[in-house]
């Protein structure tokens, strides 16, 4: 699969995320500004598993920086632009207050883990893959290690109440 | 890679912990399910937080923190409980020893039950085979033949009790004597009694009308071991199966004097044993014949001490004490006894005048008990027992009558009784079920 079938695939897809999330008229802008960030900041990124996962990275800021300029914009609640704080130039606190909260909960949610689960998530933080913690846990087939860590996972997301966000 | 298997991967996505050849396989598959790359995009969000190695380092030292504590906490084996699997296996593991359990109880319960008719089955066999003929001479008997039916008799014998032979199958008869009307060739006691206690034995077969255990109090057994001849003897024809109860007695009686823990599921088996037997006994006793009328007489004295015993003709006739002949019947019949004394013609001594009637009716088992007056010299008795009232007759044909019918086996017995006392009666059977004839029976007194 060469870059533009992937891209093509990738529009796609974004598209078909982001209309979930955004009017449709926004999910086009939002895929069209992460093909042109694909096509002029990184064209030498070809591979697939390269690509794919950057395209989720930029998607993915895409989507904040769209929800903020919705905010900026006052289209969530309208406000005077007197009103709103300078900008600063590091995160803004409450993005970082967001941040804390999120690992505020996910600690919380580990903690309430099993100790298999534990042991997954740690060894997996510390860049295990699946066939290495196959080998630690002593494990046959690898896939039991892929349906305990889809288990754990399911666990975990259901601890944070149902989304990483 | 199905696709459920793809969501596998989407842990390693987050943590970017995937193989080139599992970002391959589930990029590509993202690429073309819509659902799994919104899936990966909503995983971005987690991968992004597990970037920051702030974050990450926090991640880590909760987890080796939980982990310390862990080890120090709680067992390792209290934490595998406490997985799902752990608290299936356990409880699977819980209920197949409960299953076992019960299976075995079960099992034991079935073979409680099974016991007793395989027991039936293998005494009513033998019983419906075998005729009750007095033919002593027909059977010279190679050692086999005993020996075959000791196995076959003793078979759920072994399986009632264990090895230890009963009191009754130690105790050694004192003396047997056969008198059978054709004649039998002397033998020793051992060899006369035992066959007729193998008969005993395998006689299990009672009529319906065979009267409960407590009604007849016959002596015991006076079982003797080992035997060369098959012919049942009179005192076997005269109990026809009564013994097999009788040893289930002593049976129950040895398993009460074993450990509670080893009697007990025994003793159940012993319980319902007699049950079986009497069960397979009607059911043969009416398929194959007629009990044969038997009478059973001794002579009685009473000791100083009140206590009465059992001796024979001659110790009775020069005893200074009380004497009374007893007589007691297997089946209802009518019994009536004359007295001779030397030539003069016979008197009815019983039923007595004041009753008005020739013969009266004994009940089964019932001893009746006929005084007797030992001083008028030489004399004899004569016992008639008939299953129809005896029609009244003269004393001339009383003498004509006074005659034993060639059908009849007599057997004296001599034995050891287990309480200490010791049996002297005369059993006399009347072979021939199908004639109403009257069992005669002559007893010499004074002699």
């Known amino acids: 699969m060469d870059r533009e079938q992937i891209l093509a695939n990738l529009r796609e897809r974004i598209l078909g995320f982001a209309t979930l999330r955004v009017s449709r008229a926004q999910a086009e802008d939002l895929a069209q500004e992460v093909l042109v960030v694909l096509h002029e900041k990184y064209p030498r990124v070809t591979e697939l598993t390269e690509l794919v996962p950057l395209a989720f990275q930029v998607l993915r800021f895409k989507m904040l920086d769209a929800h903020r300029k919705s905010l900026r914009r006052g289209e969530y609640n309208q406000e005077s632009l007197e009103d709103l704080p300078l900008a600063d130039p590091d995160d803004d606190p409450a993005a970082q207050l967001d941040q804390k909260q999120r690992v505020g909960r996910l600690l919380a949610a580990i903690a309430q883990l099993g100790g298999r689960c534990r042991d997954l998530f740690k060894w997996k933080l510390e860049g295990k893959s699946f066939p290495e913690i196959q080998k630690i846990m002593g494990q046959n087939s690898i896939n039991t290690i892929y349906t305990w860590d889809l288990r754990c996972r399911k666990q975990l997301l259901s601890m944070m109440g149902g989304s990483w966000e | 890679m199905s696709e459920h298997d793809l969501e596998k991967l989407l842990g390693g996505f987050a943590a970017d912990t995937l193989t080139p050849e599992e970002k391959q396989t589930l990029y590509t598959a993202a690429l073309q399910d819509q659902q799994l790359f919104n899936a990966l995009a909503d995983e971005q969000a987690l991968k992004e937080l597990l970037a920051d190695p702030v974050v990450h380092r926090k991640l880590l030292a909760s987890l080796e923190q939980k982990s310390a504590q862990d080890s120090s906490g709680s067992p390792a084996w209290l934490d595998w409980l406490r997985r799902p699997a752990g608290l299936a296996f356990a409880g699977s593991l819980a209920a197949a020893v409960l299953a076992v359990v019960l299976g075995i109880r079960i099992y034991q319960d079935s073979l409680r039950q099974a016991a007793p008719s395989v027991v039936t089955e293998e005494k009513s066999t033998p019983s419906r085979t075998t005729e009750p003929k007095a033919k002593p001479e027909e059977s010279p008997e190679p050692a086999m033949a005993p020996e075959k039916k000791d196995k076959l008799f003793d078979k759920p014998a072994k399986r009632e009790r264990s090895s230890p032979p009963s009191p009754q199958e130690q105790r050694a008869s004192d003396v047997g004597k056969t008198q059978a009307p054709e004649g039998v060739s002397s033998k020793s006691a051992e060899e006369v009694a035992s066959p007729a206690d193998r008969k005993l034995a395998m006689h299990s077969v009672r009529p319906a009308t065979t009267p409960e255990l407590k009604q007849i109090q016959p002596p015991a057994t006076g079982r003797i071991p080992a035997a060369a001849t098959s012919a049942p003897g009179a005192r076997a024809l005269f109990y026809g199966g009564e013994p097999d109860r009788l040893e289930m007695q002593s049976m129950a009686k040895e398993q009460a004097m074993k450990p509670l823990a080893e009697s007990a599921p025994q003793a159940d088996r012993l319980e319902r044993k007699p049950e079986g037997l009497l069960q397979s006994g009607k059911a043969a006793g009416t398929a194959t014949q007629p009990k044969l009328l038997g009478v059973r007489y001794s002579f009685v004295i009473r000791e100083t001490d009140g206590r009465e015993r059992e001796v024979d003709a001659a110790t009775a006739s020069k005893s200074a004490q009380p004497v009374a002949l007893t007589i007691e019947l297997n ?117």
Do not use: C
């Not at chain 2, 009746?368 to 008939?386: C, D, K, N, W, Y």
């Not at chain 2, 004839?437 to 004074?446: D, S």
């Open chain 2, 331 to 447: 089946q209802d019949a009518y019994l009536q006894v004359w007295k001779t004394v030397s030539s003069s013609m016979p008197q009815l001594l019983w039923p007595e005048k004041e009753s008005g009637q020739t013969s009266l009716k004994i009940a089964t088992g019932q001893r009746q008990f006929i005084p007797l007056s030992m001083e008028s010299g030489l004399a004899h008795l004569t016992v008639r027992v008939s299953r129809v009232p005896s029609e009244p007759i003269t004393r001339e044909e009383a003498v004509i009558f006074d005659q034993p019918s060639p059908d009849q086996l007599q057997e004296f017995i001599t034995a050891s009784n287990r309480t200490g006392s010791r049996e002297h009666a005369t059993y006399v059977v009347k072979q021939d079920p199908s004639t109403t004839a009257p069992i005669v029976v002559n007893i010499p007194l004074g002699q």
